[in-house]
């Protein structure tokens, strides 16, 4: 996990802070997501708070690669 403040900049779309989540595999995600009591913890707590947007995506790296 690893949380952070979004710069300013157009490509951050309005949205002020990311968090990416990395799993194992998509069952340990949906565990995660669907079971895990601190999760269920934290999105009830989220859900009291004034959110102006939420986007969550999933995918699976096809590439990897750097300079």
Same mark, same amino acid.
């Given at each position: 996990m690893a949380v952070g403040a979004c710069e300013p900049d157009q490509r951050s779309q309005?949205?002020?802070f990311a968090a990416r989540f990395e799993f194992a595999s998509l069952e340990d995600m949906r565990y995660?997501?669907?079971?895990?009591p601190a999760h269920?913890? =934290?999105k009830a707590a989220a859900r009291?708070?004034?959110v102006?947007? =939420?986007m969550?995506?999933?995918f699976k790296e096809l590439l990897t690669g750097g300079i």
């Open positions: 309005g949205f002020d995660y997501d669907d079971v895990c269920q913890a =934290l009291g708070l004034e102006n947007g =939420l969550t995506i999933y």
